[in-house]
């Protein structure tokens, strides 16, 4: 599985983005998607992630109303919606796929990671 993240970029504080990842290569739809961020000099954390079909949605509790998770499996993707940015928003933020076993919260849970996108939020 390949994974590419897009969508990154400089925002202003308050302003949104919307981040994309597109899987590629021997992919299920019943993957387990979820994005993680790490900032410099910072452990990668948990963001959000979502279920196998898209039913189930998890979200780091600090980040609860202004980010949104959302998958098509037709197309392969997944996305990060990001509303209400911070400077304290600030990472490289990857998209991961993962089969559910040990979890979504937890970056052992995942077997194939993207790239990783750059969001840059400026006060």
């Known amino acids: 599985v390949q994974l590419q993240a897009s969508g990154g970029g400089l925002v202003q504080a308050g302003g949104s983005l919307r981040l994309s990842c597109a899987a590629s290569?021997?992919?299920?739809?019943?993957?387990?998607m979820g994005w993680f961020r790490q900032a410099p000099g910072k452990e990668r954390e948990f963001v959000a992630a979502?279920?196998?079909?898209?039913?189930?949605?998890y979200y780091t509790d600090s980040l609860k109303g202004r980010f949104a998770i959302s998958r098509d499996n037709a197309k392969n993707t997944v996305a990060l919606q990001m509303n209400n940015l911070k400077p304290g928003d600030t990472a490289v933020y990857l998209c991961?796929?993962?089969?559910?076993?040990?979890?979504?919260?937890?970056?052992?849970?995942?077997?194939?990671w993207g790239q990783g996108t750059l969001v840059t939020v400026s006060s």
């Open positions: 991961a796929a993962g089969d559910g076993r040990l979890g979504v919260t937890s970056k052992i849970a995942y077997d194939y």
């Open positions: 290569g021997r992919t299920k739809s019943n993957d387990v």
């Open positions: 979502i279920s196998m079909g898209g039913t189930s949605t």
